[in-house]
């Protein structure tokens, strides 16, 4: 998808779209009609006559495994996981046959880099005096500390290297020509905040192609730049064009964007907020951001989404990291076979993972391992299965957990940096997590009886009742 207009059509041939004339309400009322949509898996939904703004709103365009698909250019994401893997794969070529491929190879791969342009469709319009109430920001829950932006790409720079950052972080509307922007503890924002002199400049993205829009959200490591895994997911290299007021570049193909700079010094309050896990994050201090430009394409369509109590269209986002990045982690941790991280878990509240077990104590290495990678050290709960227990099925996993956990035994826990969002946590980004090692026990596990075999009837039986399955005349 070239930008976010083509992606639009893209739904609508697919009858993925569907277009409500009637006019409603940013305040409350759209949160309402798309939540009832996401919580059944429904249509994305375009709204041309919203009240108080001239910009139709896009909402729930992720949130369905054939959108999910279509936005990422596959039919399931485990196919862009192979993709990644075969580069991973990528050994020092040996004979000219291997090192004409290897070349070809990454030269597709730097292909995929971002390049520069002069003039670009995003500053279309252009507005010396930046005006959010332009934009309809939608009040998604009633106790929301005010209207939030819910789905913008932030750049900004490293201040040390000046490598580039693309992230998702929600902020909060003040007035016209101000906002708060959440940028929490360990987040590479607030790293750029940190390592700056306390300002940072900063340009908002809003409406983007989904492969753009994806890579916002993807955890990829401090310094690897988001727009080059986009540019590799869609087989095209982003174009960007470096903002009029800040230092920044933004897609050029982007909808709207908002230029100015976070001051750590201007800390305000922000939220509350009903966020992803279902409950409302309270009050704290975010920085704020200043706006000192702000430019649009002719007739801008605003991108946007809402969260909440799962299930949401930010959980096909996180199901796409999860396939993703699978390669990744196994990079580290070749232990693992799969992964799950459930809906019921909000991403960071449970991680399953399977693994090919080979010796006493490996679940555990695995849960100490899990805490290690990067934002993955922020789960609250990691449960390690056997290989064959398919960790895509919670009820099986739990049948397992509940069947194979001894407390005593196969509990794991330790303290260490938890999510800013974890409410049960009794200090900010602070507390305890547990690991479970529901595994089939081994000798020198503690175990002192003999560990049962699971029920299960034989192949050839299975086969034979498989063969004669009509002639008993059972429905299906």
Same mark, same amino acid.
Request: charged fraction near 25%.
């Given at each position: 998808?070239?930008?976010?207009?083509?992606?639009?059509?893209?739904?609508?041939?697919?009858?993925?779209?569907?277009?409500?004339?009637?006019?409603?309400? =940013?305040? #409350?009322?759209?949160?309402? +009609?798309?939540?009832?949509?996401?919580?059944?898996? $429904? @249509?994305?939904?375009?709204? %041309?006559?919203?009240?108080?703004?001239?910009?139709?709103?896009?909402?729930?365009?992720?949130?369905?495994?054939?959108?999910?698909?279509?936005?990422?250019?596959?039919?399931?994401?485990?196919?862009?996981?192979?993709?990644?893997?075969?580069?991973?794969?990528?050994?020092?070529?040996?004979?000219?046959?291997?090192?004409?491929?290897?070349?070809?190879?990454?030269?597709?791969?730097?292909?995929?880099?971002?390049?520069?342009?002069?003039?670009?469709?995003?500053?279309?319009?252009?507005?010396?005096? =930046?005006? #959010?109430?332009?934009?309809? +920001?939608?009040?998604?829950?009633?106790?929301?500390? $005010? @209207?939030?932006?819910?789905? %913008?790409?932030?750049?900004?720079?490293?201040?040390?290297?000046?490598?580039?950052?693309?992230?998702?972080?929600?902020?909060?509307?003040?007035?016209?020509?101000?906002?708060?922007?959440?940028?929490?503890?360990?987040?590479?924002?607030?790293?750029?905040?940190?390592?700056?002199?306390?300002?940072?400049?900063?340009?908002?993205?809003?409406?983007?192609?989904?492969?753009?829009?994806?890579?916002?959200?993807?955890?990829?490591?401090?310094?690897?730049?988001?727009?080059?895994?986009?540019?590799?997911?869609?087989?095209?290299?982003?174009?960007?064009?470096?903002?009029?007021?800040?230092?920044?570049?933004? @897609?050029?193909?982007?909808?709207?964007?908002?230029?100015?700079?976070?001051?750590?010094?201007?800390?305000?309050?922000?939220?509350?907020?009903?966020?992803?896990?279902?409950?409302?994050?309270?009050?704290?201090?975010?920085?704020?951001?200043?706006?000192?430009?702000?430019?649009?394409?002719?007739?801008?369509?605003?991108?946007?989404?809402?969260?909440?109590?799962?299930?949401?269209?930010?959980?096909?986002?996180?199901?796409?990291?999860?396939?993703?990045?699978?390669?990744?982690?196994?990079?580290?941790?070749?232990?693992?076979?799969?992964?799950?991280?459930?809906?019921?878990?909000?991403?960071?509240?449970?991680?399953?993972?399977?693994?090919?077990?080979?010796?006493?104590?490996?679940?555990?290495?695995?849960?100490?391992?899990?805490?290690?990678?990067?934002?993955?050290?922020?789960?609250?709960?990691?449960?390690?299965?056997?290989?064959?227990?398919?960790?895509?099925?919670?009820?099986?996993?739990?049948?397992?957990?509940?069947?194979?956990?001894?407390?005593?035994?196969?509990?794991?826990?330790?303290?260490?940096?938890?999510?800013?969002?974890?409410?049960?946590?009794?200090?900010?980004?602070?507390?305890?997590?547990?690991?479970?090692?529901?595994?089939?026990?081994?000798?020198?596990?503690?175990?002192?009886?003999?560990?049962?075999?699971?029920?299960?009837?034989?192949?050839?039986?299975?086969?034979?009742?498989?063969?004669?399955?009509?002639?008993?005349?059972?429905?299906?």
């Amino acid at each position: 998808m070239r930008d976010l207009r083509e992606w639009i059509s893209a739904l609508r041939r697919a009858d993925e779209l569907v277009e409500v004339d009637a006019q409603v309400d =940013p305040h #409350l009322e759209i949160t309402e +009609i798309a939540d009832r949509g996401m919580k059944n898996y $429904g @249509p994305a939904l375009y709204f %041309p006559n919203v009240k108080g703004s001239s910009l139709p709103v896009l909402i729930n365009q992720f949130g369905s495994w054939k959108r999910l698909g279509m936005a990422l250019g596959v039919d399931h994401p485990d196919e862009l996981a192979g993709r990644i893997t075969e580069l991973l794969e990528l050994q020092p070529p040996q004979g000219i046959v291997e090192k004409v491929k290897a070349l070809g190879t990454l030269k597709t791969l730097a292909s995929f880099s971002s390049r520069m342009v002069k003039h670009a469709a995003c500053q279309e319009v252009w507005l010396d005096e =930046p005006d #959010l109430d332009l934009l309809p +920001i939608l009040h998604c829950w009633p106790d929301d500390g $005010g @209207p939030f932006i819910t789905l %913008p790409l932030v750049f900004s720079k490293d201040p040390r290297t000046g490598a580039r950052n693309c992230g998702m972080y929600r902020i909060q509307k003040v007035d016209a020509r101000t906002a708060i922007m959440h940028w929490q503890i360990h987040k590479d924002g607030a790293a750029h905040m940190r390592d700056s002199d306390g300002r940072v400049p900063v340009a908002v993205a809003i409406g983007t192609d989904p492969a753009v829009t994806y890579a916002a959200t993807a955890p990829l490591p401090a310094g690897l730049d988001e727009m080059l895994l986009a540019g590799f997911i869609r087989g095209k290299a982003v174009d960007m064009v470096r903002c009029r007021t800040v230092d920044v570049e933004v @897609p050029a193909s982007a909808e709207i964007v908002l230029e100015g700079y976070v001051d750590a010094s201007d800390l305000r309050p922000e939220g509350p907020f009903g966020d992803h896990t279902g409950f409302y994050t309270p009050v704290d201090e975010y920085p704020a951001f200043h706006l000192t430009g702000m430019s649009m394409r002719r007739d801008a369509v605003y991108s946007t989404t809402i969260v909440g109590k799962p299930p949401m269209e930010d959980y096909f986002l996180g199901k796409a990291t999860e396939r993703i990045f699978l390669p990744l982690i196994r990079t580290s941790l070749p232990d693992v076979v799969d992964m799950n991280m459930p809906l019921e878990g909000v991403f960071h509240n449970c991680v399953i993972v399977s693994i090919d077990k080979r010796y006493p104590g490996q679940a555990k290495k695995v849960i100490n391992a899990v805490w290690g990678l990067g934002l993955m050290s922020l789960t609250r709960c990691v449960i390690v299965v056997d290989h064959d227990v398919d960790v895509q099925n919670v009820s099986d996993v739990a049948f397992h957990a509940f069947s194979n956990v001894d407390a005593g035994r196969d509990m794991l826990v330790t303290d260490g940096p938890v999510d800013a969002l974890d409410h049960a946590a009794p200090y900010f980004a602070f507390g305890s997590k547990v690991g479970f090692d529901a595994t089939r026990k081994w000798e020198g596990e503690g175990v002192v009886r003999p560990w049962p075999a699971l029920a299960v009837m034989d192949a050839e039986t299975r086969e034979r009742v498989d063969r004669r399955w009509a002639e008993f005349g059972i429905p299906d």
